[in-house]
Antibody, heavy 123, light 107 residues
């Protein structure tokens, strides 16, 4: 069974940093691209970032470019999102999602999702 | 960025009804479109990829069609477990973008 378990969310002030983690099981992590997608509760979905199976290709959404960094450790079956200089508008539930393919190049769809970790940015 | 719109934003329906949801892209995306279902408090699940290809395990009452800029998701006979919010997602180009969602609720 495919499982993705996010952690690391919490309450933090604007301008601070946070690192999210996503530990996976049930599939060959080092074969698939991975993504972070966020959702303000009750609202829509926003793709945040994606990373290819070997970290050779990385992409970010415009709203987080230059502030967030995606990475992965294939030996630990773990995906990360380093969030720096957070803003109130970064408040959301952050999901990690498994791609159906290995590269971050179209098309990319997300066939397994974790349950999310909530990040709240407030002063 | 490619903007995605959906209509309607919500639809009230009954069990057994046929429900159609429309998704439109701001520019052509070929057939690089996916549909997701999300139930309250749960993560989204992937229903359809490449506009019309049903994911394994998804009931055949779900179908998708379209190409270019206009796409539809159809539920041929609504079942109780189908009451949820549905999102489309373009996979044609980065950054990947989602539609705002269509909520299907009880009439």
């Amino acid at each position: 069974e495919v499982q993705l378990v996010e952690s690391g969310g919490g309450l933090l002030q604007p301008g601070r940093s946070l690192r999210l983690s996503c530990v996976v099981s049930g599939f060959k992590f080092d074969k698939f691209a991975m993504h972070w997608v966020r959702q303000v509760p009750g609202k829509g979905l926003e793709w945040v970032s994606g990373i290819s199976f070997n970290s050779g290709a990385i992409a970010y959404g415009d709203s987080v470019k230059g502030r967030f960094t995606i990475s992965r450790d294939n030996a630990k079956d773990t995906l990360y999102l380093q969030m720096n200089s957070v803003r109130t508008e970064d408040t959301a539930l952050y999901y990690c999602a498994k791609d159906t393919r290995g590269w971050v190049s179209s098309p990319n769809w997300f066939d397994s999702w974790g349950q999310g970790t909530l990040v709240t940015v407030s002063s | 960025d490619i903007q995605m719109t959906q209509s309607p934003s919500s639809v009230s329906a009954s069990v057994g009804d046929r429900v159609t949801i429309t998704c439109r892209a701001s520019q052509g995306i070929s057939n690089w479109l996916a549909w997701y279902q999300q139930k309250p408090g749960k993560a989204p699940t992937l229903l359809i990829v490449a506009a019309s290809s049903l994911q394994s395990g998804v009931p055949s009452r779900f179908s998708g069609s379209g190409s270019g800029t206009d796409f539809t998701l159809t539920i041929s006979s609504l079942q109780p477990e189908d009451f949820a919010t549905y999102f489309c997602q373009q996979a044609n180009s980065l950054p990947f973008t989602f539609g705002p969602g269509t909520k299907v609720d009880f009439k």
